[in-house]
């Protein structure tokens, strides 16, 4: 009599069960793992905060100053007018220069002053883009007329 078949069809039944293990068969989560970072995960929200926070404490990680560089603003300003943007416009979108001179300052305080206002002026146009795009697209912005770009 010939075990081969019956052989094989044990071998595949062990490879579907081995699977069905590895893979972890879909089954329903106990109450005890409710509030993990994701389903079907085994680390908790806690855990993952255990574990960033020591990390952020073994490398001595220091929450960055955020400080307007107002020289730095003022050159970004002139340039802005030197480029044709009206005094007008540069008041309306002062917050964004504010940004893009503090995100400057603050990623960028080894460059020199010179490297320092082209990274804030292009920041200060991308920021600005990227605020008033929307308000452009549905009509809502005048503020670039004529009178306000040379």
């Known amino acids: ?23 972890k068969w879909p089954r329903n ?4 793992v409710m509030g993990n970072i994701r389903p079907g995960s085994t680390v908790s929200k806690r855990n993952y905060e255990q574990v960033v ?7 001595s990680f220091q929450t960055p100053i955020f400080k307007l560089d107002v020289d730095l603003k003022t050159c970004v300003e002139n340039s802005l ?3 044709g943007i009206s005094r ?5 979108i002062g917050t964004c220069i504010d940004t893009a001179t503090e995100i400057t300052s603050c990623t960028y305080p080894f460059a020199s002053h ?4 082209a990274i804030a002026l292009y920041a200060s146009y991308v920021i600005t883009i990227d605020d008033l795009t929307g308000d452009i697209v549905r009509g809502h912005v005048t503020s670039f007329a004529p009178s306000h770009i040379s």
Do not use: K, T, W
């Not at 989560?29 to 005890?32: A, F, Q």
């Not at 926070?53 to 490398?59: A, E, V």
């Not at 010179?114 to 206002?117: A, I, L, N, S, T």
């Open 1 to 23: 009599m010939n075990y081969l078949p019956y052989g094989v069809l044990i071998l595949f039944l062990v490879a579907i069960l081995a699977a069905c293990v590895y893979f």
């Open 29 to 32: 989560e106990p109450p005890s």
């Open 53 to 59: 926070n020591g990390f952020l404490r073994d490398i």
């Open 81 to 83: 007018e030197s480029h």
């Open 88 to 92: 007008g416009l540069i008041a309306q």
């Open 114 to 117: 010179e490297v320092q206002e």
